[in-house]
C-alpha cells in the first residue's frame, strides 16, 4: 500500500487509533496532517522523525470555523487533501433518564457534526481533484447498541448512514467513502475499565482478546489505498467477530 505524495487529515491524532492511524499511514508514505482539541505535536514529531513530512494542528471540529482553516491551512502547506479520516470522539455515558441535554448534544457535536463538516470542507479539493478516500471512525456500538450509550450509539449510527450517503454521491468522481467500526480496542476508554470488566468483554469477542488500535490502522491504510478503489459506502467491522 504505497501512499507515496497523498496528503492525509486525520482528526482525534493525539493519541489512540487516531495516532495509529496516523503513523501508519506515515509509513506508507503520505504526508500526514494530525489534528487534535489537546494539540498532537508529539504524534508529527514521531512521523518527522520516520523521514516524513507532518504537521500538527489544533482545532475544535465541531466548529465549521476551525474546520474551515484546517483545510486551507493543510492546502496552503501541500497543496492538496487526499485523505480524511474522520476520527474524534468522545463518550458521556449515562443512562437515557439521567441523560442531561448538555451530554446528549456534545456527544453529537464531537462525535457526527464533526464528520459532516470535516468531510464537507474536504470534498471540495478532493473533487477538483477527482481522487479522494474518506474513512469515518464508527463503532460496534453504533451497529448493535449499548444500554448507558444512546448518545454514542447514536452518534455511530449516524456515521454509518452519513458514510453511505456520501459515498453515492461522490463515487463517479474517484473518490471512496467507507467507515470503520472497531469492536473493543486497547485505547483509553477501555482502559479505565477494571480487570473484572476488561475480562467479561472477552468473553463477548470470539477471537478472545481486546484488539489494539495498530488492528484498526490497518484497516485505515488499505482504505486509503489505490488498491481498495472499487470499495465505497462499507463499513469494515474490526471486532475479533463480535458481529
Known sequence: MDLTSRVAII???ARG????????LAQAGAC?????????EPVAEEIRAMDRNSLALTANVSSAGEVSRLVETTLDAY??????VNNAGITRDQILL???????????NVNLKSVFLCTRAAMRPMLKQRWGRVINLASVVGVIGNAGQA??????AGIIGFTRSIAKEVASRGITVNAIAPGFI?????RQLTE??????KQQIPSGYIGSPQDVAEAAAFLASEEARYITGQVLNVNGGMI
Open 11 to 13: 482528526t482525534g491524532a
Open 17 to 24: 487509533i487516531g495516532q495509529a492511524v496516523a503513523l501508519r
Open 32 to 40: 500526514v496532517v494530525v489534528t487534535d482539541i489537546d494539540g498532537s
Open 79 to 84: 497543496g492538496r487533501v487526499d485523505i480524511l
Open 98 to 108: 439521567r441523560m442531561s441535554d448538555e451530554d446528549w448534544d456534545r456527544v453529537i
Open 151 to 156: 448518545n454514542y450509539a447514536a452518534s455511530k
Open 186 to 190: 486497547d485505547t483509553g476508554m477501555t
Open 196 to 201: 473484572s470488566q476488561k475480562q467479561e468483554l
